[in-house]
């Protein structure tokens, strides 16, 4: 692995904060509240954030520090359950390939920490899902809607953001794939996902239509994990329904 890969794996495993990581567990899911959901809104990293990233924005509070927000975030993440159930014989991760011409090492490190974070799978895979009184859990917001509420929190001006598809079904989808009982050898390995898989041009697509949100953000230029993760968020609780 290269060395910014390894930097890049680092540091999206250290300043992902927002869910606690215990991964293939068995999955009692707990009841998500309006209030959980809307406690997880993350915040965009900006010309003085509190993180370091590859734009030299120096950080005000040192990475670590708890704040009273952060605290409330880990109290309301812990009403999520915890535990993920994988549906298939081996239970192991499977590999993402990156492009040789593309910089995406922060994108591939930033979306196998999400994908290991169960309280976060638990919660996008409840997007869209009918209960047994016939009700649907966070279902999708109308496109329009969605780019309107993200270009008013972190855009100047509007019409800048075009997404042709909800970012909370791509990345449940993508989540569901992945887990899931496809894409596997004889032997019952999950296979790994070359750049050209669909799901891997999916999520890239995905990414190219929202780097905007990152102030400083270019599109086939290396980023930090965290700032993937970050747009990646808002753009999943932007898309679904909380009311």
């Known amino acids: ?28 899911p707990n009841p998500i509240s309006i209030r959980m959901v809307a406690n997880l809104q993350p915040r965009l990293t900006r010309a003085r954030d509190t993180r370091y990233n590859l734009r030299g924005y120096a950080p005000v509070v040192p990475l670590l520090q708890t704040t009273a927000q952060q605290r409330l975030k880990n109290a309301d993440a812990r009403g ?41 799978l638990n919660w996008i895979r409840s997007h869209n899902t009918t209960q047994p009184n016939g009700t649907v859990t966070f279902p999708c917001r109308a496109l329009n809607e969605v780019t309107t509420n993200l270009e008013a929190q972190y855009l100047v001006g509007a019409g800048r953001l075009k997404l042709t598809t909800c970012p909370a079904c791509l990345v449940k989808d993508f989540i569901q794939n992945y887990w899931g009982n496809v894409d596997i050898a004889p032997d019952n390995t999950p296979l790994g996902w070359s750049h050209s898989h669909a799901q891997m041009v999916a999520i890239r697509q995905l990414d190219r239509q929202l780097h905007i949100l990152t102030p400083g953000a270019a599109a086939g230029l290396q980023q930090d994990p965290v700032e993937f993760q970050d747009r990646i968020l808002a753009a999943c609780l932007a898309s679904t329904d909380h009311s």
């Open 80 to 120: 999520i359950s915890k535990n993920w159930h994988i549906n298939r014989a081996n239970r192991s991760s499977r590999g993402l390939q990156r492009p040789l011409s593309q910089n995406t090492c922060f994108l591939l490190s930033g979306i196998q920490a999400l994908l290991h974070q169960p309280r976060f």
């Open 1 to 28: 692995m290269r060395r910014g890969c390894t930097f890049a794996v680092f540091q999206s495993q250290t300043v992902s904060r927002l869910f606690t990581t215990t991964a293939h567990a068995n999955l009692s």
